[in-house]
């Protein structure tokens, strides 16, 4: 807790023109008793931030208050170290930049909002960062020996760790081994060179920072980011165990089951073969016709066979063109006469690659855009009947030796039954009509990591079985803290892009390593050294906390007691909004001091006329997106005090009885976007807040209070200019609602 | 009934020029920059794509080629290096080896000594009748008409003209049959002959004023220069056989018939050397020159391949403009020649001219280059001619 708190109120930025500094002073000082209260026409001038240090330093102050320019702004000018704890009143973007200067209610507004930032100093104390008891292991395990990654393990040997490299087959290099050629990567990137992964291999088995297992799987995975234990069975017998500090799951893709595309003549004729095949039997030499052996004269080759097919792989595996193209250039360039066709939805060469593209039709390859592409034999050979998108006709390719399918791929982590996290235990329970039911996690029993987690033995799978976790925001997360997923396994890729994959995610579980040792908090929220404590005294066994961890934080004991793993924790605490027995909460951040805030708020009588609705945001995209609503001037409604949350996740129901309960007439809440195109950082907070909601409306009929005085919407950042509407909307609702009857109790 | 793709005519293709077809991507910017296309039909793109397939029969029937004067701007615009302006010169060769019945064209086209060959076969073989035939001339005054003697020379002229516009006629009629009834399944439509004879204007119109060629906007300089060229033609070529029907009609009036004749074919007239300011004369010198001019910007600009057109020389672009230079320079000089009346150089040149006359016509305008000239306003008029009838009632043209 704060021993000394001070404010300071910057009149800057025009702050002092628009409000009564001095009524603002007065709330600190005599309301809350502060002994320091200064204003400064330019606090985040050097003079202003001195001002501030020396009272840190003669005065002993351990608590700053800054009511200025948002938390957004400045954060690094108003830092002054681990042990003073600073909270910020945003005055400026959301409170001057969009309510009208000089009025009264812009004046509450302000008061406000210094009271709960004043509360919220109050009730925080500064974080002492986890230190485990053993010592953090620096080293990498790497699941899987192909081109991602030997990459990964490289990248992390060079970096001066140590990587471990657990390898299924008895040899290093995985798919990208069993290729003839591979595009070369160099201008004018037409060349078809030997896969380099060969050296790669060498490399890896030559560098003494890494170790490789070889016939080897995991057979077990505990622990937490810095303090991992895998145990890893290997082929030749026995059991090895390797303390590690974060893993990279590199097990790459299979290609998708041909079998399954008869209506493409896979399995009817001899002569049509995969990518697969084509490269196998361009590696053993000349390219014949299947069934007898002969040279091909002519070939074709049917992209997305099985991708971007609801029946099969929804979705495009990103590199059969390439590989298309590649294998239509290796037949043209054993028999250049050769009549080389590719029938193609739509041709993806990206990058580079277009100069493949345009050198396979330079070399005569002809290509199709088609529709309804159906594969025959007859006596003359393979016959192809398609479509022509450009011709808008029906066009016939007859006497083919060779049809390729470009078959897809499938993440080895989409292999094995699929599972419903936690489905056994929610079995049986049945959830009320009209509540909103969050997506259970789904993963796949692949044997790859066999994970000790309460929330599945495998990564959960974002789509179609990959393991990602965002893939714009966060390329490389997994929904496991310390678990980062590269190459195929992620999303169909490349080889160029594997390598920067693998990369990246070396990158990340070094990151993880290094800010575990720290006792800080990974992304998103590196700076966050504060950790969940559980009041276990209290603990009713409801098991909410280990059901909506995001992470798969925390564990369950026999007896359905929380087992906390503070290094897997990402610091949302979706779990403290999650407990009903409010017994979770971090040194700077807990049910009671939000809902203290809540309390600081003052409300006016009835006949004022001023109701007052409590904004409670997300502070990753609905806060920002207010900002900006101050950036660009727009008016809000008088009546909002905005709150912000780490996570909509972590929104505890009680602070909405709170409110209530003080004569507040709305509670609006504004959190990301949920569903298959989640926005939020923490993977679904938003997604439970809202299931919690869902289950308010009861209580609040008892109560009789009407449910429409609390309401969730979905904001993205982008959205600051719906903001507006959204919050005038709920104003307008409440107005007609008319004033909550709690008040003045 | 579905199209089969056709490896084997893209190869076919190939052999008319540079075949860049399979280059195309299908962006459709010379598509967007084609003053030729409509929404209905896509132009060049559409004739990439058939050649791509090998589409023999619609490039067969199509007209569509010789609509484009090959402006370049498609060619300048293309990301893939496709040259589709190149890819319709290439169609507009086979187009013509197509029409031609003989086979002659396909050969000219398809082989590069074939063609020289056929040059360098005519040119001497004119150059050896022609010191056959001649005796007699005077060799202290010129008396052309002696050198080769006239009557030879009227005869061998239209002889070559006749043989020419016969098989001329045959080549359109094959044209015709492909535009207007070629790759269609119901058969052979007839179009009232009223209709040929209601749009004959079109080719009229478009022979002479080749107006098809102005709408094409980053070429207006080509366009005059390309016109220019063909008033030469005309001023020079018409010249000819205009005044030869004008001396015979006046003589056979003032004389009878038979000395008419005799005058055309034998003496000549003295009325037909017009002074050197006479008006007629000026015409004729104004025609030399601009087409000794656009015959030389072309050979340069086809040597310094700055333009689209010029990229992709054929044999036959070369041949011809050396012809028609050739011709120019020989016709001039022979001129000039004859009126210093230096008799031997006069008859030397008049030899040259006259050999390098025969393969321009022979090889040039009936077999490839200079063929155009006549299917492109023929195109035009055949489409205006099926546009017109698709109008009429029950005539299923299209």
Sequence with gaps: MANKIATYICTGCGIGEALNTEALTNVAAKEYKLEIVRTHPFLCGAEGVAL?????????????????????????????????????????????????????????????????????????????????????????????????????????????????????????????????????????????????????????????????????????????????????????????????????????????????????????????ITTDGLEEMAKRGKIIRPSDGKEVQSAAFVLCAGSRDPEHLPYCSATCCIDSLKQALYIKRQNPNAAVYVFFKDLRAPGFHEYLYQQAQKEGVIFFRSDNTRIEENGKGLVIHAKDVLVNDNIVAEGLDLVVLATGMVPTAALGEMLVAGAEEEEGKKEGEGFFSPKPDIYFESNILNLEYRQGKELPSLKYGFPDSHFICFPYETRRTGIYAAGTVRAPMDIPTTIRDATGAALKAIQCIELTAKGMAVHPRVWDSSYASFRMEQCTQCKRCTVECPFGAINEDEKANPLYNPTRCRRCATCMGACPQRIISFQNYSVVIIGDMVKAIEVPEEDEEKPRIVVIVCENDAYPALDMVGMNRINLSPWIRIIPLRCLGSMNLVWIADALAKGIDGVLLLGCKHGDDYQCHFVKGSELCTYRLSKIKETLDRLALESDRVRIEQVQISDYNLVPEIIKEFAARIEEVGPNPYKGF | MATKVNPDFTRTLQKFGANTATYCFHCGNCTVVCPLSTDENQFPRRFMRYAQLGMEDKIKNAAEPWLCYFCGDCQRLCPRQANPGEVMMTMRRYLTSLYDWTGLSLKLYTSKTSEWLAV????????????????????????????????????????????????????????????????????????????????????????????????????????????????????????????????????????????????????????????????????????????????????????????????????????????????????????????????????????LHLSFIVPMFVVGALFTKWAHAIYRPLALYFLKVKETAAKLPQMDLF
């Design chain 1, 52 to 272: 501030i240090k020396e009272d840190i330093q003669t005065a002993g102050v351990d608590g700053v208050v800054i009511a200025g320019c948002s938390p957004r702004v400045n954060t690094d000018v108003f830092n002054f170290g681990d042990e003073v704890l600073v909270e910020r009143v945003n005055l400026r973007e959301q409170c001057i930049w969009c309510h009208p200067a000089n009025d009264e209610d812009t004046q509450m507004l302000a008061e406000d909002q210094l009271r709960m930032g004043i509360v919220k100093v109050k009730g925080m104390s500064v974080p002492t960062p986890y230190q485990p008891e053993e010592e953090v292991s620096r080293t990498v395990l790497v699941v899987g020996g192909g081109l991602a990654g030997i990459t990964a393990a490289l990248e992390v040997a060079k970096a001066g760790r140590k990587a471990v490299i657990v390898e299924k087959n008895d040899a290093l290099g995985g798919w990208v081994a069993q290729l003839y050629k591979q595009v070369s990567v160099r201008p004018p990137y037409t060349e078809l060179e030997d896969p380099e992964i060969r050296e790669r291999i060498k490399e890896a088995e030559a560098n003494p920072n890494i170790k490789v297992y070889k016939g080897a799987q995991i057979e077990k995975i505990s622990g937490q980011p810095g303090l991992f234990d895998a145990y890893i069975t290997q082929k030749s017998g026995g059991t090895a165990t390797e303390r590690v500090g974060a893993i990279i799951l590199a097990t790459g893709a299979v290609s998708y089951d041909a079998s399954k595309l008869e209506h493409l003549g896979f399995g009817r004729s001899a002569n049509v």
């Design chain 2, 120 to 351: 360098a076969g005519l040119f001497l073989a004119t150059l050896i009748l022609v010191f056959l035939v001649q005796g007699g001339a005077s060799t202290e005054h010129t008396e052309l008409h002696r050198f080769v003697p006239r009557y030879l020379l009227q005869i061998g002229g239209i002889l070559l003209g006749l043989g020419l516009a016969g098989m001329l006629a045959l080549n359109i009629r094959r044209m015709h049959g492909f535009i207007m009834n070629g790759g269609r399944q119901s058969g052979y439509v007839k179009i009232p002959a009223s209709v040929y004879i209601k749009e004959l204007g079109t080719f009229l119109y478009h022979f002479l004023t080749q107006n098809r060629f102005s709408q094409c906007p980053t070429s207006r300089t080509r366009y005059i220069k390309h016109w220019l060229l063909f008033l030469g033609f005309i001023v020079l070529f018409g010249y000819a056989g205009f005044f030869l029907l004008i001396e015979i009609i006046k003589e056979s009036l003032h004389a009878g018939i038979v000395t008419g004749l005799k005058v055309a074919f034998v003496t000549g007239s003295p009325h037909l050397l017009f002074p050197a300011l006479h008006p007629i004369r000026l015409l004729e010198y104004a025609a030399t020159i601009a087409i000794l001019y656009v015959v030389i910007d072309s050979l340069a600009g086809r040597a310094a391949k700055k333009e689209p057109l010029h990229q992709n020389s054929h044999p036959t672009d070369w041949t011809f403009l050396l012809l028609v230079g050739g011709t120019i320079v020989t016709g001039l000089l022979t001129h000039i020649f004859r009126n210093l009346d230096l008799p031997l150089a006069t008859y030397y040149t008049f030899a």
